[in-house]
């Protein structure tokens, strides 16, 4: 019995010596797009074997990561700069390329139970309130946005992230698109010096800062505010209409980015032109390094790439983001053609 039981264990173990390893790939960065991420990485696992750990913490992180080699990928929704660029290049040896991957709108929540009506605000209006010049939710500025509106004598708590975040990059953007001041005295990147407020971290941190504080309002993915059943403002756009965050407003903000896209794909969208545009949009990427190290890594990565880029997208929608649009999916592809591994083209069945 027991030499049975002996047999049997060695079979099995010798079995598991040749079964072939998993490929395993390491990610860091952006909470903005964490929410179809983890769908995707999935998915892709249970279609491949392949799995991808990621780690969600802000896309300075996750920059910072990559200019050090201790992921195989990063995520950020704001660029690397041409000096992070550099230093990561002269640190790994390597370009980083810009994979864009969905498109997501960055939105402001705010906690007033007391008003049921959706409340509309424009680009200036805002930066005034992280400026601290607005700090009542009744200011006049404020009810002249909202006629017939009852606006509670209420002060305005302002909520920001506390980390490295391209959510921050792209909504400091915006501000410092509308705001002569803002973008003076403060403006964009992945970290600012906030003139006031209260810091939380990642996305969900923020939403669940205005959830339990009234009076709150802070800048959130468009995904996390849906998740916890935040209110969210209808905001002033470029055209003069006041525009909700949605996939197809998202998308109209998107229509000329394929054909004013940089070689390097690190194009910015908000502010956009159209009359249905959402006006805090924004692109979300990839980093990836040109030149790979691991054949097997490089493969799985170059694979994982290509099915997000097409069976992937199918997702955005449901998840509250929106897709890309087919042409701006041909650039990514031949970026992704691009990549190689110790200097030779990936071959990928």
């Given at each position: 019995?027991?030499?049975?039981?002996?047999?049997?264990?060695?079979?099995?173990?010798?079995?598991?010596?040749?079964?072939?390893?998993?490929?395993?790939?390491?990610?860091?960065?952006?909470?903005?797009?964490?929410?179809?991420?983890?769908?995707?990485?999935?998915?892709?696992?249970?279609?491949?074997?392949?799995?991808?750990?990621?780690?969600?913490?802000?896309?300075?992180?996750?920059?910072?990561?990559?200019?050090?080699?201790?992921?195989?990928?990063?995520?950020?929704?704001?660029?690397?700069?041409?000096?992070?660029?550099?230093?990561?290049?002269?640190?790994?040896?390597?370009?980083?390329?810009?994979?864009?991957?969905?498109?997501?709108?960055?939105?402001?929540?705010?906690?007033?139970?007391?008003?049921?009506?959706?409340?509309?605000?424009?680009?200036?209006?805002?930066?005034?309130?992280?400026?601290?010049?607005?700090?009542?939710?009744?200011?006049?500025?404020?009810?002249?946005?909202?006629?017939?509106?009852?606006?509670?004598?209420?002060?305005?708590?302002?909520?920001?992230?506390?980390?490295?975040?391209?959510?921050?990059?792209?909504?400091?953007?915006?501000?410092?698109?509308?705001?002569?001041?803002?973008a003076k005295k403060v403006g964009y990147n992945t970290s600012v010096n906030w003139p006031i407020g209260l810091g939380g971290k990642g996305n969900e941190g923020v939403a669940g800062m205005v959830k339990q504080t009234k009076g709150a309002i802070g800048y959130v993915?468009?995904?996390?505010?849906?998740?916890?059943?935040?209110?969210?403002?209808?905001?002033?756009?470029?055209?003069?209409?006041?525009?909700?965050?949605?996939?197809?407003?998202?998308?109209?903000?998107?229509?000329?980015?394929?054909?004013?896209?940089?070689?390097?794909?690190?194009?910015?969208?908000?502010?956009?032109?159209?009359?249905?545009?959402?006006?805090?949009?924004?692109?979300?990427?990839?980093?990836?390094?040109?030149?790979?190290?691991?054949?097997?890594?490089?493969?799985?990565?170059?694979?994982?790439?290509?099915?997000?880029?097409?069976?992937?997208?199918?997702?955005?929608?449901?998840?509250?983001?929106?897709?890309?649009?087919?042409?701006?999916?041909?650039?990514?592809?031949?970026?992704?053609?691009?990549?190689?591994?110790?200097?030779?083209?990936?071959?990928?069945?």
């Amino acid at each position: 019995m027991y030499k049975k039981i002996i047999y049997l264990m060695m079979f099995m173990i010798a079995g598991l010596i040749n079964l072939p390893a998993q490929v395993k790939l390491n990610g860091a960065g952006a909470t903005f797009p964490y929410v179809i991420y983890s769908k995707w990485f999935d998915e892709f696992h249970k279609q491949t074997g392949v799995q991808i750990n990621y780690q969600s913490i802000g896309s300075g992180g996750g920059i910072k990561q990559v200019i050090e080699g201790t992921v195989d990928f990063g995520a950020s929704d704001g660029p690397m700069s041409d000096e992070q660029l550099k230093e990561a290049k002269a640190k790994q040896g390597t370009d980083v390329i810009h994979i864009p991957t969905v498109l997501g709108a960055v939105v402001l929540s705010y906690n007033l139970p007391e008003v049921k009506e959706k409340i509309k605000l424009d680009g200036p209006t805002i930066a005034d309130i992280f400026l601290g010049k607005i700090y009542k939710w009744n200011d006049k500025r404020i009810a002249k946005l909202n006629p017939g509106v009852k606006l509670p004598n209420r002060s305005i708590i302002v909520v920001h992230r506390s980390d490295g975040s391209g959510t921050t990059f792209i909504f400091t953007h915006y501000l410092s698109n509308v705001s002569k001041e803002w973008a003076k005295k403060v403006g964009y990147n992945t970290s600012v010096n906030w003139p006031i407020g209260l810091g939380g971290k990642g996305n969900e941190g923020v939403a669940g800062m205005v959830k339990q504080t009234k009076g709150a309002i802070g800048y959130v993915e468009l995904a996390y505010a849906v998740k916890n059943k935040l209110s969210h403002v209808a905001i002033k756009n470029r055209a003069g209409n006041f525009i909700e965050a949605n996939f197809k407003t998202v998308s109209a903000a998107s229509d000329g980015a394929a054909k004013d896209m940089p070689d390097d794909l690190r194009a910015m969208i908000t502010n956009a032109d159209g009359k249905d545009s959402y006006p805090i949009s924004g692109f979300t990427w990839l980093l990836i390094y040109k030149d790979m190290k691991d054949s097997k890594k490089a493969e799985a990565l170059v694979k994982f790439l290509r099915w997000a880029l097409t069976k992937g997208e199918s997702y955005a929608e449901s998840l509250y983001y929106a897709p890309l649009p087919p042409s701006v999916v041909k650039l990514c592809m031949k970026k992704i053609d691009m990549l190689t591994v110790n200097g030779k083209p990936i071959k990928v069945k």
